[in-house]
């Protein structure tokens, strides 16, 4: 039940709009969240979470298929859709039932509503006037088209791909940033045959060059074709399949799935009558504290600059109500936000690629080593797996790190995590790490962008 005025209202409740609003009433202040849809957000109800239920599936199977390099035979496994799809479900179930949870312990009010501003200090939801003094947008994005080809019918956006009911035979992916290629490698391995099309000259095309060739040979080696330089034309949708040309190839597949960027979610929120400015690029305008424009008016999320992502979402949400109560904040360094696929193999990074750090003029020093350098990988079942430095050879500092293979989302944490409490790679070297973990790996990495690799 909402009240008519609050101290903090929050438009959206995607992993920005709920950890802002959280912060908001740990701070003491009146909280609501206005939600059209789903507790919880896209992040959790069709994009992040779902999407990582699917690839967990997938990683199970590929596990049980590799027992045998282990001593453990086992048939053919069998996949039953059906169940991966419940399961899906229960696991973003659990998330936003959480979430909910939350909201009751913190007593933040949920308004289910689509929100709009209305003039100062004010929005309208529910056909209702609500006053609050602080408003936080955080409406996410929306799936983006690509040039003349439009979604519709057997023409889907990646949310759409992972609430999947039957598993395809054959689908086809345009683009292999990180959506896409997550895409790609659930579905190849749960057994469809897929084509993967990026029009760039590799796969994952943000990552570091050395990276990306890594992920793409191991990308290879599941049910897939990857075409990089690749666009694909020509896109007609019939009754079942959708036909497409690419290099002057005729392409066919069961789903064509469009996984090329995405676009704030801003038409209904009329913030041009609030005084709410775009910037260049058509994302809300914020300054560091994640003001926007209008006073009392801050943005989150994808709505505004910085990678899409949802823990810069949920931080950017705290720095704001932080400023709204009078607190002390710092802006986000977007560049050591960590970044992740998951892949198979995973990807992670935060930072500089070496291209970048080259061209933006450091004295480079790259430390560089596999998986099998260290016993965990070989005890693990990894050895191809590959840990990146990029430093800074004056005082060592991180520019950037880059990791492919098993559990790379999670070690990528440790170097972010030194990086931003301002050690370097030479501490990292000299940091004692548990064995036989990955983490060594990591540690070697350190050693030898310091020039003293031990294991390699
Ligand atoms: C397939 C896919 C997989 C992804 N995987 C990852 C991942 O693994 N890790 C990661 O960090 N990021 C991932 N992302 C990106 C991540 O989902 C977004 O960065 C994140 O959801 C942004 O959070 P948000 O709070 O800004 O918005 P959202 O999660 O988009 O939530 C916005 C909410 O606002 C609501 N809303 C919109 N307009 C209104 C209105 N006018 N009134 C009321 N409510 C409104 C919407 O219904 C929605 O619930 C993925 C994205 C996709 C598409």
Redesign the pocket.
């Known amino acids: 039940m909402a009240d008519s005025s609050y101290d903090c209202v929050v438009?959206?409740?995607?992993?920005?709009?709920y950890v802002a609003a959280i912060r908001a009433a740990q701070l003491g202040m009146k909280t609501a969240v206005?939600?059209?849809?789903?507790v919880g957000?896209?992040?959790l109800n069709y994009?992040?979470i779902p999407?990582?239920a699917v690839l967990r599936v997938a990683d199970v199977l590929s596990e049980v298929r590799d027992a045998d390099d282990y001593g453990i035979k086992v048939p053919e496994p069998e996949i039953d859709f059906g169940a991966v799809g419940e399961r899906r479900q229960r696991v973003v179930k659990t998330l936003t039932g959480g979430v909910s949870g939350l909201f009751k312990k913190n007593k933040v009010d949920v308004i289910e509503s689509?929100?709009?501003l209305a003039g100062a200090k004010k929005i309208v939801a529910g056909g209702e006037e609500i006053a609050a003094n602080t408003i936080v947008l955080?409406?996410?994005?929306l799936k983006r088209p690509i040039p003349g080809v439009g979604f519709g019918g057997r023409v889907i956006g990646?949310?759409e791909a992972?609430a999947l009911t039957e598993l395809p035979r054959t689908m086809a992916i345009v683009g292999a940033g990180a959506?896409g290629t997550e895409i790609a490698s659930a579905f190849a391995r749960l057994g469809t045959d897929v084509l993967l099309f990026e029009l760039l000259d590799r796969v994952l095309p943000t990552e570091d060059a050395d990276i990306s060739k890594a992920a793409e040979r191991g990308l290879k080696r599941q049910n897939m074709k990857i075409h990089t330089n690749t666009p694909v034309q020509e896109v007609q949708a019939r009754e079942g399949t959708v036909r497409f040309s690419y290099n002057g190839e005729a392409g066919e597949a069961e789903w064509l799935v469009i996984a090329a960027g995405?676009g704030p979610?801003i038409e209904?929120?009329g913030l041009e009558g609030a005084g709410v400015r775009l910037d260049a690029s058509g994302l809300v305008e914020v300054d560091g504290a994640m003001r926007t424009s209008a006073e009392g008016i801050y943005a989150?999320?994808?709505?505004v600059h910085g990678p899409?992502?949802?823990?810069k979402?949920s931080d950017e949400g705290i720095i704001a109500v932080e400023d709204a109560a009078g607190l002390d904040t710092h802006p986000l360094e977007y560049v050591d936000i960590p970044r992740?696929t998951?892949c198979t193999p995973a990807v992670a990074s935060f930072g500089l690629t070496e291209t970048q750090a080259r061209e933006h003029g450091h004295d480079v020093v790259v430390g560089k080593v596999q998986y099998g350098a260290v016993g965990a990988g070989t005890v693990y079942g990894d050895r191809t797996g590959l840990i990146k430095i990029v430093g800074e050879s004056k005082y060592g500092e991180l520019l950037g790190a880059h990791i492919v293979g098993s559990k790379a989302t999670e070690l990528i944490q440790e170097l972010v995590n030194v990086r931003v409490l301002e050690g370097g790679y030479p501490e990292v070297a000299r940091i004692v790490h548990g064995h036989p973990t990955l983490s060594e790996g990591v540690m070697e990495a350190a050693r030898a962008a310091d020039g003293w690799l031990i294991h390699g």
């Open positions: 438009i959206g409740s995607g992993p920005g709009g206005v939600e059209k849809d789903r957000g896209r992040c994009a992040c999407a990582k689509e929100g709009a955080a409406t996410g994005s990646t949310e992972w959506s995405r979610d209904a929120l989150i999320g994808d709505l899409a992502l949802a823990h979402a992740a998951f």
